[in-house]
């Protein structure tokens, strides 16, 4: 790993630790449940991803920086909202747009270090994404914004066949990766502003 993957991926962790604590907070969790909450939606995502391709020990088993960033990144938003104001959902969701960014282009980068199929490294690239938030809102018994009607898994289909795209082109990698993680940045915040959705499916019963 690079080390610029490896400081973008702690930062993912921490931002996605963050958007945990906050979740956790909405549901008045203790500081045990706010630390449980950040380390699941913080690594849940790779967790997954890195099982699946077989590529053990999993990250923070191996680098247990990832461990104490996410404990830290959990306890810093506690402080910061108790002596600060609470953040509002905007601010929860906008940060929760960075760590999509920064884990799509990364769990595709890993993937494709294992030779898999572009298809594989797209859907490895999309669960590293979405995958701890999702099991972020379950366990906060929150409908997955993955499944809610803006756009989200779908940003981060874009930003991995970007990434993928512009590796092919043999363009710089520092580069392929701002622009790919821009990509999916950009996509999830311009569905956040203007609400933006895909084409719903509505089964309609026949009399």
């Known amino acids: 790993m690079t080390p610029l993957f490896y400081l973008a ?23 045990f449940g706010v630390l449980v909450i950040a380390l699941v939606t913080a ?36 402080l910061w909202v108790r002596l600060t104001r609470p953040i509002n959902e905007r601010g929860l969701l906008v940060a929760d747009a960075f760590g999509l960014a920064l884990f799509t282009v990364y769990g595709t980068e890993v993937a494709l270090q294992h ?35 803006e756009i989200y898994a779908t940003a981060c289909i874009a930003g991995s066949l970007v990434f993928i795209g512009l590796r092919h082109l043999d363009l710089a990698h520092e580069l ?14 311009a569905a956040i502003h203007w609400h933006l959705s895909l084409p719903q499916f509505h089964l309609l019963d026949r009399d």
Not at 67 to 74: G, H, M, R, W
Not at 136 to 144: K, L
Not at 176 to 189: C, D, E, K, Q, S
């Open 9 to 31: 991926d702690l930062f993912g962790v921490m931002v996605f630790a963050i958007t945990g604590a906050l979740m956790a907070g909405r549901k008045s969790m203790d500081l």
């Open 43 to 78: 690594l849940g995502g790779g967790t997954l991803r890195d099982l699946i391709l077989d590529n053990h020990p999993v990250s923070w088993i191996r680098d247990d920086t990832y461990i104490l960033v996410a404990s830290l990144a959990a306890v810093g938003t506690v």
């Open 115 to 149: 030779q898999v199929p572009i298809s594989t490294a797209v859907i490895m690239g999309v669960m590293t994404g979405v995958a701890g938030g999702v099991i972020r809102d379950v366990i906060c018994n929150e409908i997955p914004l993955i499944f809610q009607k």
């Open 176 to 189: 392929a990766t701002g622009i790919a993680m821009l990509v999916v940045l950009l996509t999830r915040l």
